[in-house]
C-alpha cells in the first residue's frame, strides 16, 4: 500500500515506454501472484537480507549512549524500531549558502520558481512539472519562468523529465553531484519543495527559509516541524492543481 502510494501516481501511464513498463512491474508485484520461481527465490532473499541489515541496524544502535534523530516524526519511529530513546535534534544550516539573508531579492520578470533536487519520483518533480504544464495550457496564463537545478541519478528517467521540462521552456540543469543551492537562490524568487515523502525537512528548504527566500512545500510532517504556516505556502502532496 505504501509503495503504490508514493510510487504508483508518479509514473504516467502516458509517459515514456520505460515509465510504462514501470508502473507495469510495479503493479504486478503488488497485486500479481508471482508464479515465475526465481521471482519468488529473489523476493524471499531480498526481503530476508532487509531484515537482515534490520537487526544489524538495531543492535548496533542499540550499543550507542546517545541515539539523535533529525526530526520529531523520525525520532517517534526510531524510538519505536529499535527500542531506545532517540533525541531529536533539528540540522543547522550552513552560513555560507546563505549570500541572500538579509538582502533585497533582486526583482524579475518574469517571476522565476527554482527546485533543486532530484528526478526520484518521492522528490515530487513531476507534479511540478504537471503544475507548470497547466498554467502553460491556460488562456489566462501568468509569465514565469521554472529553474530545474538537479543532481544526476538515473539516466533514463532524468532524460526524459528533462525533454519534458524543456520543452515547456523550463530551464534545466544536472550536475554530477550535490547541487549549489547558494547559486540557486541567487537565480531563483520563489523555491518549490513539491515531495511525495517527508519525514524531515529538506536542507535546501531550510536553507531557504533561513535565507528569507519565499518557498512553497508540501504539507509534510518534516515542513511543519521546521517551518511555521505563515513561513511559506503549503499544499497537499502529489495534487498539482493546487500546487
Same mark, same amino acid.
Given at each position: 500500500?505504501? *509503495?503504490? =502510494?508514493?510510487?504508483?501516481?508518479? @509514473? #504516467? $501511464?502516458? %509517459? ?5 513498463? /514501470?508502473?507495469? !512491474? ?63 535534534? *533539528?540540522? =543547522?544550516?550552513?552560513?555560507?549558502? @546563505? #549570500? $541572500?539573508? %538579509? ?5 524579475? /520578470?518574469?517571476? !522565476? ?63 554530477? *553531484? ?6 540557486? @537562490?541567487? $537565480? ?56
Amino acid at each position: 500500500m505504501l *509503495a503504490h =502510494g508514493l510510487m504508483g501516481d508518479a @509514473l #504516467p $501511464a502516458d %509517459g515514456p515506454p520505460e515509465a510504462s513498463s /514501470a508502473r507495469a !512491474r510495479l503493479q504486478s508485484l503488488l497485486h500479481g501472484d508471482l508464479t515465475d520461481r526465481e521471482e519468488v527465490t529473489a523476493q524471499r532473499e531480498a526481503r530476508e537480507a532487509i531484515e537482515v541489515r534490520r537487526a544489524e541496524k538495531r543492535a548496533a544502535l542499540s550499543a550507542v549512549d546517545r541515539r539523535f534523530a533529525s526530526s520529531r516524526l523520525l525520532a517517534r519511529q526510531l524510538s519505536a524500531t529499535v527500542g531506545r530513546a532517540f533525541t531529536f535534534r *533539528a540540522p =543547522g544550516v550552513d552560513t555560507f549558502l @546563505l #549570500p $541572500a539573508a %538579509g538582502a533585497i531579492p533582486k526583482k524579475r /520578470a518574469p517571476l !522565476r520558481f527554482g527546485f533543486v533536487g532530484t528526478t526520484r519520483p518521492t522528490e515530487g518533480l513531476q507534479v511540478l512539472v504537471d503544475a507548470f504544464a497547466k498554467l502553460r495550457a491556460r488562456a489566462d496564463a501568468p509569465k514565469l519562468d521554472l529553474v530545474l537545478a538537479l543532481e544526476r541519478t538515473e539516466g533514463t528517467r532524468d532524460d526524459a523529465l528533462q525533454d519534458r521540462a524543456m520543452r515547456m521552456g523550463a530551464t534545466v540543469s544536472f550536475t554530477p *553531484a550535490a547541487v549549489d543551492v547558494r547559486a540557486l @537562490l541567487d $537565480a531563483v524568487d520563489v523555491l518549490v519543495f513539491p515531495s511525495l515523502w517527508g519525514e524531515f525537512a529538506p536542507a535546501a528548504l531550510r536553507i531557504a527559509l533561513a535565507s528569507g527566500r519565499p518557498a512553497i512545500a508540501s504539507n509534510m510532517p518534516g515542513v511543519a516541524e521546521v517551518a511555521p504556516q505563515e513561513a511559506l505556502r503549503r499544499v497537499a502532496p502529489g495534487d498539482a492543481e493546487e500546487l
